[in-house]
């Protein structure tokens, strides 16, 4: 069964502070995504990776960096929290062989305050 | 640039009744297109998928149909439970890329 596992699941940051969110995969995919979910904008990319080492930038890529040091994890980071940052956020894995399907994790809620 | 629309935000239904979610898109391709759902609590997770090849999708009693001619792939249920409450969203991909587009969503609540 195809796995990714984010952490932490839950957190609380203050406004300014730095915040890595973690994303491990089983799935020996190549793509990995972050995605941002608010309410009436569905899902939107901020960060991708098909190869360790390097990473590109999505849809939303502001004030967010992205780290890719092997194939099964991806991080999330966001240097100066700001309140605007206060979302769910997702990570997913894909590759050739499942069709681009994209398989997510359980999500990530960020609360800057 | 490519784009996914759906206008419902939101969907009431009650046991047993018929589901209509409308989906339409705009790429300057013919692109695989894909309905996934997410229930509380827990990531999206895919319920169907269409490509050019087979123009319609069948899952857990959904299905959805390819129509290039008026670029949708709205998603419909014959028969609606309270375990099918969850946000629905349509997204598509271009062939040979890997970046997808997705809708807003729609919320279906299903009362009992």
């Known amino acids: 069964e195809a796995a990714v596992t984010q952490s932490p699941r839950s957190k609380v940051a203050v406004t300014g502070g730095k915040v890595t969110l973690s994303c491990h995969q089983t799935?020996?995919?190549?793509?990995m995504y972050w995605y941002r979910q608010d309410t009436g904008h569905g899902l939107r990319l901020i960060h991708y990776s098909y190869v360790a080492d390097s990473t590109e930038k999505g849809d939303i890529p502001d004030g967010y960096k992205a780290s890719r040091p092997s194939q099964e994890n991806f991080s999330l980071i966001l240097e100066l929290a700001s309140l605007s940052q206060t979302a769910v956020y997702f990570c997913a894995s894909s590759d050739d062989i499942s069709g681009n399907t994209l398989y997510f994790g359980e999500g990530s809620r960020l609360i800057v305050v | 640039g490519d784009s996914v629309t759906q206008k419902q935000g939101q969907v009431t239904l009650s046991e047993d009744d018929f589901l209509f979610i409308n989906c339409t898109y705009s790429t300057t391709t013919y692109p695989t297109l894909f309905w996934y759902v997410q229930y509380p609590g827990q990531g999206p997770q895919l319920l169907l998928k269409v490509t050019t090849a087979n123009n319609k999708g069948i899952s857990r009693g959904f299905e959805a149909t390819y129509d290039k001619g008026t670029t949708s792939f709205h998603l419909q249920k014959a028969s609606v439970q309270e375990s099918d409450s969850a946000v629905y969203f349509c997204?598509?991909?271009?062939?040979?890329?890997?970046?997808?587009?997705f809708g807003a969503g729609t919320r279906l609540k299903v009362i009992a």
């Open positions: 799935n020996n995919h190549d793509y």
């Open positions: 997204a598509l991909v271009r062939t040979g890329n890997y970046k997808y587009v």
